[in-house]
């Protein structure tokens, strides 16, 4: 063994020595890790909310948060408009209804139908709202989902509308990651923890039942049982014009899914599809497809659909029709079914569109409807059983609004608007491409104003996300520009690839061993923007979160000379360990299996807390995580400023008691959390 193999193998030894004396830290309660949490959020809170600045910023940030006139979006569920309201008169929220003309009408007099305040304080419980599912097409019970602290694991409970109660002797499940739905009035279709060996290795349900009412949870019989290494089953129930059929999601991993019909004797019958797809609602008899992959011959990216009854008398799909296919530029976003037509939304280059569809003799015509234009798009709510669409929209610069739509009868009202919540006045969006490592274009948007100095010496903030085939939309964010732009600061949106902005290949462009890409995507955006003369690495900042929060992990490893400060939310740091730590082993479709040496040899490349080396010029990063959060292991940011500690470098660290994988349970935390960051960022970077 030469010098230079016995130097490498006694670094790597350290290296693992320094991983281990940490795993005390992934401990979610451990009182020793616990302990070291409240040192280093009191650190923190000393440090930023001794700022004479912080009360400002947090009172701005609750003011907007708690404002009395937000929109009140609503659900649609047959004639009536549900919603969920929080204030600081009502923490943990109001569940309640009107009527759909008194909505069109602005009425304020709701119909309450639970008080979830009242409802934790009668039982001693700090239930978080989470949602409910109505059953169709009465709507007259529900399932309501509430959460302890705002964990993905929660508890159901049926509760009927027309007493406003829970139902005595209804279904009921307790505290576990569940996936349901309705089959009919008397059976739930359900994937919970069974017991022992009853959970995949991501710790979510594998085994899926269908329960009758009036037997106990335990005798609910089994439907389908997935295999331990595969990431989850979720049944769902479709709904058109009256007409409700169940499926069942069978997920592989994360991307690769196998689907099946309930059929009405209660059996299973699998759909021939292939494995990259996800079924976007029914329309008539027509299922609708979107693909993830090619498939016959439409490409991936493409909605198309088939006949159901066809299928379910043959068993084969035998003709499929083109919906719609964004092609290179664009994406669907949204696919929804009214009763007289089918409508998208989706983005051309980043810029939003909506479509309307109809089905005329085995033909889908379709229309690109002038609506919105320069603005972001998306359907807040629809109803399968009519034509009633409400429709928001919004821009950087442009507030909120609420639409009642019905584009068959041309009908359009403006229900609610959001005032201005920051000062607009000077400052303009830009729509720019950088270009990348590998000569890829990147689109990005600048907000600054329009008498910005190019001297290098604007603060700029930079948010990515780059995972899932999610697309980040140029939004409205009243909180960033109180806090933020109308400070003086510059922001930056990346839309790199592992989004979806440009569909399933911009997604696949950064999987597993080409992750870099995402990253280096990021770089060339920041780059860009500096070499404009905006800013300059002084004054150039960064946030991310969750995915987005590993790659603010890379951004401090790989490229620190580019930023001055990194908000690092809900992360994943430790890429050896993810799929070892709660739901982390089924992101593995993401990002690769660390335990196979050929894998692990592309994601030790880039793993944060394995890429942590000293006397680096790392900027003072900033990293918030929940303990509550039951998704992304909080372990990650604890290690990853533990062994930041220990090499001797600055940090803010803050982990929340509650909130679950979004950090915060109410508008109180999230203000104080938006203070603390932004705070960070000014005095980072100015």
């Given at each position: 063994m030469d010098a230079a193999e016995n130097s490498a193998r006694q670094q790597q030894a350290s290296e693992q020595d320094h991983e281990q004396a940490l795993l005390w830290l992934e401990e979610i309660e451990g009182e020793q890790a616990l302990d070291w949490v409240k040192r280093q959020n009191n650190e923190t809170l000393q440090a930023l909310t001794g700022d004479p600045r912080y009360q400002q910023y947090e009172q701005e940030a609750l003011a907007i948060l708690t404002a009395a006139d937000r929109i009140t979006y609503g659900t649609l569920r047959g004639e009536f408009v549900y919603n969920f309201w929080r204030d600081q008169q009502h923490v943990r929220g109001l569940w309640r209804r009107m009527s759909l003309d008194q909505y069109k009408q602005k009425s304020k007099d709701w119909e309450l139908l639970l008080d979830v305040d009242q409802l934790a304080s009668d039982?001693?419980?700090?239930?978080?709202?989470?949602?409910?599912?109505?059953?169709?097409?009465?709507?007259?019970?529900?399932?309501?989902?509430?959460?302890?602290?705002?964990?993905?694991?929660?508890?159901?409970?049926?509760?009927?509308?027309?007493?406003?109660?829970?139902?005595?002797?209804?279904?009921?499940?307790?505290?576990?990651?569940?996936?349901?739905?309705?089959?009919?009035?008397?059976?739930?279709?359900?994937?919970?923890?069974?017991?022992?060996?009853?959970?995949?290795?991501?710790?979510?349900?594998?085994?899926?039942?269908?329960?009758?009412?009036?037997?106990?949870?335990?005798?609910?019989e089994t439907v389908l049982e997935t295999g331990v290494e595969e990431t989850f089953v979720y049944p769902v129930n479709l709904k058109h014009n009256g007409r409700q059929t169940c499926f069942v999601m069978r997920g592989h991993d994360f991307y690769h899914f196998t689907f099946y019909l309930v059929t009405a004797e209660g059996t299973l019958k699998e759909l021939p599809l292939p494995q990259k797809c996800s079924l976007s609602g029914l329309f008539e008899d027509q299922l609708l497809v979107e693909l993830?992959?090619?498939?016959?011959?439409?490409?991936?990216?493409?909605?198309?659909?088939?006949?159901?009854?066809?299928?379910?008398?043959?068993?084969?799909?035998?003709?499929?029709?083109?919906?719609?296919?964004?092609?290179?530029?664009?994406?669907?976003?949204?696919?929804?079914?009214?009763?007289?037509?089918?409508?998208?939304?989706?983005?051309?280059?980043?810029?939003?569109?909506i479509r309307e569809y109809r089905l005329t003799d085995k033909h889908w015509q379709g229309r690109v409807i002038?609506?919105?234009?320069?603005?972001?798009?998306?359907?807040?709510?629809?109803?399968?059983?009519?034509?009633?669409?409400?429709?928001?929209?919004?821009?950087?610069?442009?507030?909120?609004?609420?639409?009642?739509?019905?584009?068959?009868?041309?009908?359009?009202?403006?229900?609610?608007?959001?005032?201005?919540?920051?000062?607009?006045?000077?400052?303009?969006?830009?729509?720019?491409?950088?270009?990348?490592?590998?000569?890829?274009?990147?689109?990005?948007?600048?907000?600054?104003?329009?008498?910005?100095?190019?001297?290098?010496?604007?603060?700029?903030?930079?948010?990515?996300y780059g995972g899932f085939e999610i697309s980040i939309l140029p939004h409205y964010s009243p909180l960033m520009g109180k806090l933020w732009l109308e400070k003086g600061g510059a922001y930056v949106l990346a839309n790199i690839r592992g989004g979806g902005e440009y569909g399933p290949r911009w997604h696949e462009a950064a999987l597993l061993e080409n992750r870099q890409r995402a990253f280096?995507?990021?770089?060339?955006?920041?780059?860009?923007?500096?070499?404009?003369?905006?800013?300059?690495?002084?004054?150039?900042?960064?946030?991310?979160?969750?995915?987005?929060?590993?790659?603010?992990?890379?951004?401090?490893?790989?490229?620190?000379?580019?930023?001055?400060?990194?908000?690092?939310?809900?992360?994943?740091?430790?890429?050896?360990?993810?799929?070892?730590?709660?739901?982390?082993?089924?992101?593995?479709?993401?990002?690769?299996?660390?335990?196979?040496?050929?894998?692990?040899?592309?994601?030790?490349?880039?793993?944060?807390?394995q890429n942590l080396k000293p006397g680096q010029a790392y900027p003072r990063v900033y990293f918030f995580t929940s303990t509550k959060d039951d998704r992304v292991h909080p372990g990650h940011a604890r290690k990853m400023a533990a062994r930041m500690d220990q090499l001797g470098y600055d940090y803010f660290y803050y982990e929340n008691i509650e909130g679950g994988h979004k950090g915060t349970a109410n508008q109180q935390q999230e203000a104080m959390h938006s203070a603390l960051e932004y705070l960070y960022l000014i005095r980072q970077l100015s």
């Open positions: 039982e001693n419980e700090n239930w978080i709202y989470k949602g409910v599912d109505c059953l169709a097409p009465d709507h007259d019970r529900c399932l309501v989902e509430l959460a302890p602290g705002g964990t993905d694991s929660a508890v159901y409970r049926e509760f009927d509308l027309p007493t406003k109660s829970f139902v005595k002797g209804g279904f009921e499940v307790p505290l576990a990651k569940s996936n349901l739905c309705w089959e009919d009035r008397d059976h739930l279709l359900i994937a919970t923890d069974w017991g022992k060996g009853s959970l995949n290795t991501s710790g979510y349900a594998r085994i899926l039942k269908r329960w009758q009412r009036g037997t106990p949870l335990s005798a609910a993830k992959e090619d498939w016959r011959d439409f490409p991936a990216g493409a909605l198309v659909s088939f006949s159901l009854p066809d299928f379910e008398k043959s068993g084969k799909i035998d003709e499929v029709l083109l919906v719609f296919d964004p092609g290179q530029t664009g994406t669907i976003s949204q696919v929804r079914s009214a009763k007289d037509a089918v409508y998208l939304t989706g983005i051309e280059h980043v810029s939003s569109q002038p609506w919105g234009q320069d603005e972001v798009l998306s359907i807040s709510s629809s109803d399968s059983s009519s034509n009633h669409l409400l429709m928001s929209r919004d821009g950087f610069l442009q507030p909120g609004s609420l639409y009642y739509v019905n584009f068959q009868e041309g009908t359009e009202l403006l229900l609610q608007s959001t005032p201005a919540r920051f000062d607009t006045s000077g400052l303009k969006v830009k729509k720019e491409f950088a270009v990348s490592r590998d000569g890829t274009r990147v689109p990005y948007f600048l907000v600054h104003r329009d008498d910005i100095p190019l001297d290098h010496s604007t603060p700029v903030l930079q948010y990515g280096d995507d990021f770089f060339a955006v920041a780059e860009a923007v500096q070499n404009q003369g905006v800013s300059s690495p002084k004054h150039y900042g960064a946030m991310g979160r969750s995915n987005g929060g590993l790659l603010m992990g890379v951004t401090l490893t790989q490229r620190p000379d580019l930023f001055n400060a990194i908000v690092c939310g809900v992360p994943l740091l430790d890429m050896k360990r993810f799929n070892k730590l709660l739901a982390g082993a089924s992101w593995m479709a993401e990002y690769g299996n660390p335990d196979l040496p050929e894998q692990w040899e592309f994601i030790s490349e880039y793993s944060p807390l």
